[in-house]
């Protein structure tokens, strides 16, 4: 990919006053909802309230990652024609320190890929209404302590 279309976006620590702003990719409604009822409107009370945006194709959300900041990114394994796998690999390859990259996966074989894409963790599909929020709760609590370790 030439230099000029490569994503440059900067994630920087959270503002708690702000919400938590999650990019749900899948060209699957009804995944998409399952996300949204999983996560709701709060992670918890150590964070403040949750910002949900989705997006059906990769080319979308890769525009928005360039315009706007994301806390989180929910990858669909089985969305076509790019499945979350190689979008968290070009999201790695191309975003300057992207945000952390969840895939959500419907098979366990498709595990050693994501350790190719550098997703951050994944999730099993179908959704687990409690383990989806404690995996983003506790992805987004360790990001936040690597970024305080810095400073």
């Not at 409690?130 to 709760?137: E, I, M, Y």
Request: net charge negative; with cysteine; hydrophobic share 40%.
């Amino acid at each position: 990919m030439p230099e000029s279309s490569v994503v440059r976006t900067t994630h920087d620590s959270h503002d708690p006053a702000k919400p938590v702003r999650i990019a749900v990719y899948s060209d699957r409604r009804a995944l998409r909802e399952d996300v949204r009822a999983a996560i709701g409107s709060s992670l918890g009370r150590d964070f403040p309230s949750v910002e949900l945006t989705d997006f059906a194709t990769a080319p979308i959300l890769v525009r928005a990652l360039l315009n706007r900041e994301f806390d989180l990114c929910l990858l669909d394994g089985e969305t076509a024609p790019l499945g979350g796998i190689g979008l968290a690999y070009q999201i790695r390859n191309e975003v300057d320190n992207p945000p952390p990259l969840v895939l959500l996966l419907a098979r366990r074989d498709d595990a050693w890929l994501a350790t190719w894409s550098k997703a951050d963790e994944v999730v099993p599909l179908p959704i687990d209404p409690l383990q989806l929020p404690a995996t983003v709760s506790r992805v987004l609590s360790e990001r936040q302590a690597m970024r305080e370790a810095v400073e």
